[in-house]
């Protein structure tokens, strides 16, 4: 996903070593757009080949916190 940011967004950096993640990357956030507003900000993401599970469950964490911040 693009690193440019505007005001009121969200941008998402991924570094993976798994090839082409990228469609499972976009539908993950489509997902979770689906379900709650997502922060405005800047997420780097370095996955290290996780799971679709360890890394919503993950993210979704770091989204609770930024609501607390």
Do not use: C
């Not at 693009?2 to 539908?27: C, F, M, N, Y």
């Not at 370095?46 to 930024?66: M, S």
């Amino acid at each position: 996903m693009a690193p440019e940011q505007s005001a009121g967004t969200l941008s998402v950096v991924i570094k993976t070593s798994v090839d082409g993640s990228g469609l499972r990357w976009q539908h993950l956030f489509e997902r979770l757009a689906s379900l709650r507003t997502l922060p405005a900000g800047r997420l780097e993401i370095n996955d290290f080949g996780a799971t679709p599970g360890v890394a919503r469950l993950r993210i979704e964490q770091v989204f609770e916190e930024a609501t607390h911040a």
